[in-house]
């Protein structure tokens, strides 16, 4: 008997100490994970800082020493203290990584001290645009290092956490991309002794203004939103399609089909009032590619013109993979409008429509006040950084950085091997916006 | 004993190999597809047009095979002065231009690549003299040549293809069973975060922000991600939001919160609602 109550109480010790085993075991695994998610967060902010980094210090370059530039000063070195205090947040305290932060500091310090001096009373002399152009080439240099890294890190699933241990172990033999990757970007490095993802001009939505003014008619049904579903899906059965209407958050009320057939899978959102499709994705397996980007450009020309957008140029094109991807603009008497954007994605096996996404169309599009301007072309070139070799011309709509439309002068213009869209205010002659273009890369999955 | 003879062996083979490549036509007949080859592009094509231009001394960059701003104006300054309506397409009558100014040696071209080396391709300078060897060793010529060409590819501006691949590892984490829209859906909403100025400012920021994303806090988001998941990415990359401009949402059957429930909620798609 007592044998019993004996394994009995032994037996409850240890489910007891079993689950309380367990249960410490999950909770250092939970704070595992966190520890290691602030470390890739870091890492991977200090890899986006420095691209941004790189392209500011370009743009900085390729701007006139004037207003502009002050701002410009003051972003990079909020950028070189956003990413040295990223730099501080990963665990390399085994691991010299003082230099990189040595270069950090010192744009920091050179555009600190450019930033806060009257640069109409004293521009940047030959000799510090030399050594912007040398932080220029040098940051580009870590940014490509690191993103290398970043590239290695992600496809082969790197964790800090293993770093860390193997930095404490000190193993000799340990092949550990991470640290030797980052002992490369130091090595560059000791070799010397926000363009932010929202900056793009292209379909920015004007907050301030009414939304979706063009967008009249009268209110369309369910089965009419159906229907035109169905052709914009290019379908017959009706029994795949679902639709459900927008809830009270929305910014405009729509009506969101949506179609799951074998092959192909589709979706749409169409406005309840007037009815007008505001996007469209299709999904389905896309083969090899048979038909040129250029062609795959007028098959969605011709879809732009069939869903009645007139007056809309073509922008830009890009191939990713098997699809092509379509930007075009409104055009007003002859001014390209970027706050009404319309994307076209085709697949380039056959030509079909993939998606189109007209909402930043619909957003902000309204027949606009255009006023004459009050500079001339001429005058406007010269606002220009005169060694940005202007090559193309327009006059353009955007939305400057308060968030209002401003009527400019768009140059396209080189500089050294980089390209740039710059927009000079065409009523005050202010460079309201300059970009460094990019659009390639590398292709680190080949190398 | 065995390897000596397989050295021996590839020793042999490589000069046969070799020795195909001096005899065969250093000179393609065939030149360029039919395409117009515009901006963005990319491919062989590009890849001959690059090395055409830098041929005839228009194009300092590299052959990459991707069709970005350096080859476009390379191709304005050939029509500019070769007179012709300059509009940067490569049409019939730009290609049969180029092709007859200037000379491709693909054979060339497309050995450099496959093997990674820096090289250039300017008219009248020697081979050797434009190409240095990344690997270095003689027989490198036996080994196959690797079935991609392009050494660059396309990227939306603003995002490197490793933001890209890190959006994709949370989408695939967060949302791997849930129809396209909502991949591309969960994707936007990201992107929505970087933009409000009341979530972090960067991509990583915004994914590994402590308690945001589920998949991020279980370990989920790093699963191998799908094409699929990338193409979603870089839909909602190229301004597809089918969220109407969510910075929220949740999954009804399992949020624990009811602050979420408090949130003006704009739609349902797939197992997720989004809200502001």
Redesign the interface.
Known sequence: MIRWILIGILTLGIAGTAFWGYQEHQEKN?IL??AE??Y??S???L???M?LLHDEIGTALAMNSDQRLSPQMVEIWRLTSEASSNVGQLPLGLLPFNKTEEFLSNIGDFTYRTAVRNLDDEPLTEEETKTLQQYYKQSSEIEQEL?EV??LA?EN?LRWMDVQLALVNNEEQLDNTIIDGLKTVEDKVGGYS???????VI?ISNQQNEPYKSITGKKVSEQEALNIAKDLFEVKDSDKLTI?E???????P?Y?V?Y?GDDK?A?T?ISQQGGKPL?L?I?RQINE?KI????G?KKAEEYVNRLGFDDMIFF??????N???YSFLSSQDGVRIYPD?I?V?VALDNGDIM?I?A??YYRNHKERDIPEPKVTKEEAKEMVNPNVDI?EEYLAVIDNDLGEEVLTYEFLG?YG???YRIFINALNGMEEKVEK??????????? | MISKKRFFLCFILSFMIVGIYEVGPKQNAEAF?N?????????DDVIELQARLQYLGFY??KI?G?F???TY?AL?NFQYEFGQDIDG?AGQETKQKLVDASEYDEQFVKQQIAR?NKFTHYGGVEREKQSTNRGGGGNEAATPA?E?T??????????????I??MA?AVYGEARGE???GQ?AVAAVI?NR??SSTFP?????V????RAFTA????QI?L?PND?AR?AV??AI?????T???LYYFNPDTATSAWIWT???????GKHIF??
């Open positions: 939970a994970t966190q998610n602030t890739q967060r890492f991977h902010e890899s986006y800082y691209d993103r970043q590239h992600l699933n926000e363009a932010n993802i929202d900056s793009s379909g459900a927008s809830g009270k958050g929305a910014d405009i729509i969101s949506s799951n899978h979706y959102d996007s994705l999904n590619n040129s980007l250029n062609e450009l830009r094109s890009s191939e990713y993979g699809t092509g991807a954007a994307e994605k998606g996404t909402d930043n090559q080189t091997d980089d390209t273009l990019g659009g390639t890369e590398i292709n680190y999955a080949i190398n | 597809s395409q117009v080859i515009q901006h963005g592009a990319v491919g300092n960059g990459d991707v970005g701003w350096g104006w304005r397409l990674g690797p991609t392009n050494t660059a590819v396309n990227v939306p501006q603003g995002y490197s293809q490793n933001d691949q890190l590892n129809p396209y829209e591309v992107l970087v933009e400012n960067t991509v990583a920021g994914i590994f922000e402590p991020v806090a279980d370990g790093w191998t699929r193409e870089l839909d190229n301004g597809w939001d089918p109407g401009n969510a949130r003006p909620q704009i739609k349902q798609i809200c502001k």
